[in-house]
């Protein structure tokens, strides 16, 4: 399926009216099926489905590995999903509390108890954080045409992006790259993820599953966020802007 759509639009001012075409960005509501039950419907752009899938049950704690997905079939249309999972919950409990929204919010939210802190030693220059973030920016082409979606990349500390992912949704776009690295078998420890949203506690809640020690973005943390962020030794920052950031928490790692 696309990711975008042609569309007619007046622009007007008080002067003139002008009828063109552009580029809007498309939403589809995507149904996720697991072990034959509908557990989850997730209004996202139609890319990188099978990766926003396991992104998105993998980091809900569904399944622990990669080796627990047991098939995957998506549909022609892109309209939902079938996987078998060996599950690591009580899938019965899920189906009761299964989700639809739009930004991939999570069925429950994790205690620090059940997130290992991380220890990682990744030391990055403020430099080479303002060159990813402008690398990072110009790479979405959905955005230049759009003007309408989130986008995340894992990255390594000399700035390069590994993997990259966009989405009408924040939590979705993070949860597409969590897919990819898991499928592909690409580490995500030692390395630092550019998102382009609000960073809010189940942003952070991601993040921290996956052992990323930076996460770095042009919108604002919540506060509940840096709590958390706080607690599990996870490396915040934010307001990222041409020629300065703003770190939240752990600013050891930033050199």
């Known amino acids: ?47 990188s489905l099978k990766y926003l899938a396991v992104g ?20 022609d249309k892109g309209s939902y ?30 205690s620090k108890e059940t997130i290992s802190d991380i220890n990682s ?9 303002l060159s990813l973030m402008h690398q990072f920016q110009a790479k979405s082409s959905l955005y230049k045409q759009t003007r309408g979606n ?5 990255c390594n500390a000399n700035g390069d992006i590994i993997v990259m992912a966009d989405d009408i949704g924040r939590h979705n776009a993070i949860d597409k ?26 942003i952070v809640d991601k993040v921290a599953k996956q052992k ?5 973005s042009f919108g604002a943390p919540t506060s509940l966020a840096l709590d958390l962020a706080r ?5 915040v920052i934010g307001l990222v802007r041409e020629q300065h950031l703003s770190i939240f928490t752990n600013d050891q790692r930033v050199v």
């Open 1 to 47: 399926m696309d990711a975008t759509k042609e569309v007619t639009v007046i622009h007007t001012t008080h002067k003139e009216r002008i009828t063109r075409k552009e580029h809007i960005i498309c939403e589809i509501p995507f149904t996720i099926l697991v072990n034959g039950k509908e557990l989850a419907i997730l209004q996202c752009t139609p890319t």
């Open 56 to 75: 998105f049950l993998f980091s809900e704690g569904v399944f622990t590995q990669k080796e627990d997905v047991k098939h995957m079939s998506l549909c």
């Open 81 to 110: 999903i079938r996987i078998n999972v060996v599950a690591n919950v009580d899938m019965e409990a899920l189906v009761q509390r299964r989700l639809i929204g739009s930004a991939g919010v999570s069925f429950y939210r994790r």
């Open 121 to 129: 030693q990744l030391q990055v220059s403020t430099c080479k954080l």
């Open 150 to 154: 989130h986008s995340c990349a894992l």
């Open 177 to 202: 790259v969590i897919g990819e690295c898991l499928m592909k078998g690409i580490s995500e420890e030692d390395k630092i993820l550019a998102t382009s949203g609000r960073i809010s506690a189940e």
């Open 212 to 216: 990323i020690p930076v996460i770095i």
């Open 231 to 235: 607690n599990v030794g996870l490396t």
